[in-house]
């Protein structure tokens, strides 16, 4: 998958008609949903910074699969993945068709990379991941030291959206339970995830 990135958004976040849009297929309510949020936090005067990844098919850099929205607000980092077509994607990054099981184990590489990162190793990274509509999903990460209880938000991307809503769905046919969010939680080298309705 083909990312590009696009830093410079207007202040007063402006969005165009739909007939203007390059990629008219995404959801316009979604963007109308984020703009009135930034608005809010951006007039009870919050530090807010918007950037967009554009994800695009390998073999076609036309064809916007979605878009990585990402909200820095006060130095916590909040992810909408928005996509043009539910679980599109999903073939491009290899996991259309794995079972709950495999899924978890690359679910558990993803967050050992993920943590791998962190300046100490000595803290839980803790992702979370909730749809907002069939086409979208908000997806936090962040690492906690285990003596202070302090966070800091770590960047996440569509992976982790990716990866945790195909595990949501798969444990939604599984079960029958209609779950609404999926917190993964690595700590020494264990994943444990939690659902909520």
């Not at 696009?6 to 165009?16: A, E, G, I, W, Y």
């Not at 995404?26 to 007039?43: G, N, P, Y």
Request: charge should be negative.
């Amino acid at each position: 998958m083909k990312e590009t990135r696009l830093d410079n958004v207007p202040q007063s976040f402006k969005l165009p008609d739909e007939s203007k849009m390059n990629n008219p297929g995404i959801d316009l309510a979604i963007w109308e949903r984020l703009r009135k949020r930034w608005a809010r936090f951006e007039s009870a005067g919050h530090k807010l910074k918007i950037d967009f990844h554009l994800l695009a098919d390998i073999d076609d850099e036309k064809n916007i699969l979605a878009i990585d929205v990402i909200q820095n607000i006060n130095d916590d980092i909040f992810v909408e993945t928005v996509q043009r077509n539910a679980g599109e994607a999903y073939k491009v990054l290899g996991i259309n068709g794995l079972s709950k099981e495999r899924l978890i184990e690359v679910c558990k590489e993803m967050m050992r990379q993920l943590h791998g990162q962190a300046k100490h190793q000595d803290v839980d990274l803790i992702v979370t991941m909730a749809p907002s509509s069939p086409t979208s999903g908000e997806t936090r990460g962040y690492v906690e030291e285990r003596q202070s209880h302090i966070k800091s938000s770590v960047l996440v991307n569509y992976q982790q959206y990716y990866l945790l809503n195909a595990l949501r769905e798969k444990m939604i046919e599984s079960t029958g339970d209609g779950w609404s969010k999926v917190t993964a939680v690595y700590r020494s080298g264990d994943l444990e995830f939690y659902f909520e309705y």
